[in-house]
């Protein structure tokens, strides 16, 4: 039993309370898991999970306010977090989640443990841990850790390693083989030679998994800065074509032209810079998607070696059918789907003119345009080419422009509708250049822009003659067009285009 000193002081006080309460009617308490792995790497957990010889019932019987709904024994202590400025007087809680010690039993199915046994001792709570890293237990009064597979020592030497027969417990639970890729990349650690060679055996039993439980471990590969690496390694281990067989399509379809990598290198480099920038899950996800057709829609080509044509369309619809597979959200779904649809957008190079930017704009929704700016970002510096900067600019110039609302008579505190039920005027030109005229005043002194002042001017405007009144029309719609030039103007300016 190796001891690491861990630095009690990164533990919060609101931690040490429930393992004291515990301590203190004579139970055993240890946090366990992915926070004691975490302190030892000196890295944020991101939850406390503590372990406990009490059951659920004498946990409850110890704290102020729990939860406890599910068949795992897990009870969630709840406590309050002291806000200040906490104006609502909503208590908010940590939740620490307590599980007695369990010990597992036959996995008939691959998938579920036919039962959950509660055990009398932590060396059995141990035993039954995915990998030797995360099979640590720390006695925080007694500073002292509990390691009996040396997991202190994978964590030094960045190893991921099962915890007991590699080839039972991944046939156990078969998560776990995913899961072992998740943490290699989260952490930057191997996995044992053992471990890999016993996932590569086992692979097939991935299939018994549900795909809920593959999203969440994917998506955690797919968030992590090594995502790139992570698929690589699925791939390599013979994981993703369980998952998702599409992109194994890619490797070996040479793209020729501009393209040094294949269409597989090609998704895994646009999926790289994604991670680099840090951008959200949907962006990573649609990078890696984005070319996804290209293999279903390669044809030779008389000039260049080879064709794609439509493959943003077949990616589109294959985007969609591994979102689905994978059971992500609605939303989340539709906006991967989009970004693949239109990727080309951006690509088209010579040919874009400010309509064509306010089509996509339309078709993409104004909050996702920049999301699509980004996928092309990523598929450009996925092939190694960096953008001309000029036209980069120039894009960026057009989508504001197109985002930017105009100035018009839209902006007026009165409409017509108003000026006839209101104001009791009669529709025809006079009105319209007495909106003119209105807008002038309005963008010379926008505080002007009230109904009420608006209303009084157009009580003296109305008296005008129509020749007297044309005029004054006119130059109002002179001064907007004139201001409206004046700011594009600063918008390309802005952009040097
Ligand atoms: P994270 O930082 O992402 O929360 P974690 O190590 O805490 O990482 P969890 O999925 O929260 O991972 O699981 C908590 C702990 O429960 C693990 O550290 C491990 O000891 C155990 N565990 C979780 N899933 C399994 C599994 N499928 N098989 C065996 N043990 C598991
Ligand atoms: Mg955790």
Same mark, same amino acid.
Request: aromatic letters at 8%; glycine letters at 6%.
């Given at each position: 039993?190796?001891?690491?000193?861990?630095?009690?002081?990164?533990?919060?006080?609101?931690?040490?309370?429930?393992?004291?309460?515990?301590?203190?009617?004579?139970?055993?308490?240890?946090?366990? *898991?992915?926070?004691?792995?975490?302190?030892?790497?000196?890295?944020?957990? /991101?939850?406390?999970?503590? !372990?406990? @010889?009490?059951?659920?019932?004498? &946990?409850?019987?110890?704290?102020?306010?729990?939860?406890?709904? @599910?068949?795992?024994?897990?009870?969630?202590?709840?406590?309050?977090?002291?806000?200040?400025?906490?104006?609502?007087?909503?208590?908010?809680?940590?939740?620490?989640?307590?599980?007695?010690?369990?010990?597992?039993?036959?996995?008939?199915?691959?998938?579920?443990?036919?039962?959950?046994?509660?055990?009398?001792?932590? +060396?059995?709570?141990?035993?039954?841990?995915?990998? !030797?890293?995360?099979?640590?237990?720390?006695?925080?009064? #007694?500073?002292?850790?509990?390691?009996?597979?040396?997991?202190?020592?994978? &964590?030094?030497?960045?190893?991921?390693?099962?915890?007991?027969?590699?080839?039972?417990?991944?046939?156990?639970?078969?998560?776990?083989?995913?899961?072992?890729?998740?943490?290699?990349?989260?952490?930057?650690?191997?996995?044992?030679?053992?471990?890999?060679?016993?996932?590569?055996?086992?692979?097939?039993?991935?299939?018994?998994?549900?795909?809920?439980? &593959?999203?969440? +471990?994917?998506?955690? &590969?797919? +968030?992590?800065? @090594?995502?790139?690496? *992570?698929?690589?390694?699925?791939?390599?281990?013979?994981?993703?074509?369980?998952?998702?067989?599409?992109?194994?399509?890619?490797?070996?379809?040479?793209?020729?032209?501009?393209?040094?990598?294949?269409?597989?290198?090609?998704?895994?480099?646009?999926?790289?810079?994604?991670?680099?920038?840090?951008?959200?899950?949907?962006?990573?996800?649609?990078?890696?998607?984005?070319?996804?057709?290209?293999?279903?829609?390669?044809?030779? *080509?008389? #000039? #260049?070696?080879?064709?794609?044509?439509?493959?943003?369309?077949?990616?589109?619809?294959?985007?969609?059918?591994?979102?689905?597979?994978?059971?992500?959200?609605?939303?989340?779904?539709?906006?991967?789907?989009?970004?693949?649809?239109?990727?080309?957008?951006?690509?088209? !190079?010579?040919?874009?003119?400010?309509?064509?930017?306010?089509?996509?704009?339309?078709?993409?929704? /104004?909050?996702?345009?920049?999301?699509?700016?980004?996928?092309?970002?990523?598929?450009?510096?996925?092939?190694?080419?960096?953008?001309?900067?000029?036209?980069?600019?120039?894009?960026?110039?057009?989508?504001?422009?197109?985002?930017?609302?105009?100035?018009?008579?839209?902006?007026?505190?009165?409409?017509?509708?108003?000026?006839?039920?209101?104001?009791?005027?009669?529709? *025809?030109?006079?009105?319209?250049?007495?909106?003119?005229?209105?807008?002038?005043?309005?963008?010379?002194?926008?505080?002007?822009?009230?109904?009420?002042?608006?209303?009084?001017?157009?009580?003296?405007?109305?008296?005008?003659?129509?020749?007297?009144?044309?005029?004054?029309?006119?130059?109002?719609?002179?001064?907007?067009?004139?201001?409206?030039?004046?700011?594009?103007?600063?918008?390309? #300016?802005?952009?040097?285009?």
């Amino acid at each position: 039993m190796a001891s690491q000193p861990i630095n009690n002081s990164k533990i919060p006080d609101y931690v040490t309370h429930v393992t004291k309460t515990l301590e203190k009617a004579n139970f055993e308490a240890f946090l366990v *898991g992915g926070c004691v792995r975490d302190l030892i790497l000196e890295r944020e957990p /991101k939850d406390w999970d503590i !372990t406990t @010889n009490a059951n659920p019932e004498e &946990i409850i019987a110890l704290f102020e306010k729990t939860i406890y709904e @599910n068949k795992f024994g897990t009870v969630g202590v709840c406590m309050p977090i002291n806000e200040e400025n906490n104006v609502t007087h909503v208590t908010k809680y940590h939740i620490i989640e307590v599980t007695p010690y369990r010990t597992e039993a036959k996995y008939s199915d691959f998938r579920h443990p036919d039962e959950v046994l509660f055990s009398k001792n932590i +060396e059995d709570d141990l035993k039954r841990r995915d990998f !030797t890293i995360n099979a640590l237990a720390y006695n925080v009064e #007694k500073g002292q850790i509990i390691d009996l597979y040396k997991g202190q020592t994978d &964590i030094k030497d960045k190893v991921i390693r099962a915890v007991g027969k590699p080839d039972d417990r991944f046939q156990e639970d078969s998560l776990r083989m995913l899961r072992a890729v998740r943490f290699s990349v989260q952490l930057d650690f191997v996995v044992s030679y053992e471990t890999m060679q016993s996932i590569t055996d086992n692979v097939s039993f991935i299939k018994n998994v549900s795909f809920e439980r &593959i999203r969440d +471990e994917f998506t955690k &590969i797919v +968030e992590s800065r @090594n995502s790139m690496q *992570g698929i690589g390694l699925l791939q390599k281990l013979g994981l993703l074509k369980y998952i998702i067989p599409e992109l194994e399509e890619g490797i070996g379809c040479i793209q020729g032209g501009a393209h040094k990598y294949d269409v597989f290198v090609h998704l895994l480099e646009a999926l790289n810079h994604a991670s680099e920038k840090d951008w959200q899950l949907e962006i990573r996800l649609a990078a890696l998607f984005h070319d996804i057709g290209k293999p279903k829609s390669r044809r030779d *080509g008389t #000039k #260049k070696e080879y064709t794609f044509y439509g493959h943003e369309v077949i990616g589109a619809r294959l985007a969609k059918q591994i979102m689905e597979r994978l059971k992500y959200p609605k939303k989340s779904t539709d906006l991967v789907v989009s970004l693949v649809r239109n990727h080309m957008f951006f690509s088209d !190079t010579e040919q874009i003119s400010l309509s064509a930017v306010r089509r996509i704009v339309q078709k993409v929704g /104004k909050e996702y345009i920049w999301d699509l700016m980004n996928v092309r970002e990523c598929d450009r510096v996925g092939m190694s080419k960096s953008e001309a900067p000029y036209r980069l600019r120039k894009y960026h110039a057009m989508i504001e422009e197109v985002l930017r609302d105009p100035i018009s008579v839209g902006q007026l505190a009165i409409d017509g509708k108003y000026m006839m039920e209101v104001l009791h005027m009669k529709p *025809g030109p006079r009105m319209g250049w007495i909106l003119n005229a209105l807008l002038e005043e309005v963008l010379d002194d926008p505080t002007k822009n009230t109904k009420e002042h608006l209303g009084e001017l157009v009580s003296s405007l109305d008296i005008l003659g129509d020749a007297e009144l044309k005029t004054l029309g006119e130059r109002g719609k002179e001064t907007k067009e004139k201001l409206e030039e004046e700011e594009i103007d600063k918008l390309h #300016k802005k952009h040097g285009v």
